[in-house]
């Protein structure tokens, strides 16, 4: 084992399969067995252990670890001083931004948050939940939620429960009357780890990879070969997140063309491309884009 190690903590539940997926893209391969807590990660200057994202936050205030994977909401939740390193855009689903909502049954008289004065509301998001009710002047009594809330909806007045797409809700018969947070994955460090100039460079270090892994995600990497005749057509159909580059070949009038651009792009670049003489023209996944 090195001498200096990184204590790295990863969220453990529902966001668990996709932060080792984002991982594995930023460059560190993470396994771990079905009833361990503690990963492997494939630097050896980092020490991975799971914990649940609700708790995440508390472990890096308090020293446990080094640094953490944990949704906004649970830092504010737990209202830690940790610092915020990165916001990192991904979730269990959906490439998009969490939103806690206040939800009723289809059938309730509530229209409107302030409806809700003297309710009973159930959720796991206890604190900020009644913050939220105390921004808005509404005396309701915010009770904590053990899980299953939506099952909940019908025994007590409101629930407030996370959502990616409102699927769920919608299956179960409920209706949304408004939205106490939205949230996304944060890289968090301790802060007196944040202090230790090697701790903060790896930290740093490994922001700049997990966001470099969430921006390549949805693009991809354009090669192409074209003649000098067609060069100009060629690239005023070209996107690129500069411009594209352009080397010419050796012993001949033609070039080779390379660039980056939205994989949703590249249905209709490519036939585009190959009518204005595009020659050559060979599409790539990318693991890492570093603006």
Known sequence: MTEKVLKVGLPKGSLEKSTFELMGRAGFEVSISSRSYYPNISDPEMQGVMFRAQEMSRYVENGVIDAGLTGHDWILENASSVREVAELVYSKQQRRASRWVIAVPAESDVHEVEDLQGKIVATELVNVTRR????????????FSWGATEVKARLVDAIVEITETGSSLRANNLRIIGEVLTSTTRLIANN?????TWKRRKIESLALLLQGAIV?????????????????????????MKNPTVAPLAGNHWYAVETILDESQVRTMIPRLK???????IEYPLNKVIP
């Open 132 to 143: 939220f009710f105390q921004q808005h002047g509404v005396d309701a009594r915010v009770e």
């Open 192 to 196: 007196d780890a944040w202090e230790d």
């Open 216 to 240: 390549a995600r949805d693009m991809v990497g354009l090669k192409l070969n074209v003649s000098d005749d067609d060069l100009k057509k060629v690239l005023g159909i070209l996107p690129a």
């Open 275 to 281: 009518e204005a003489g595009a020659q050559g023209i």
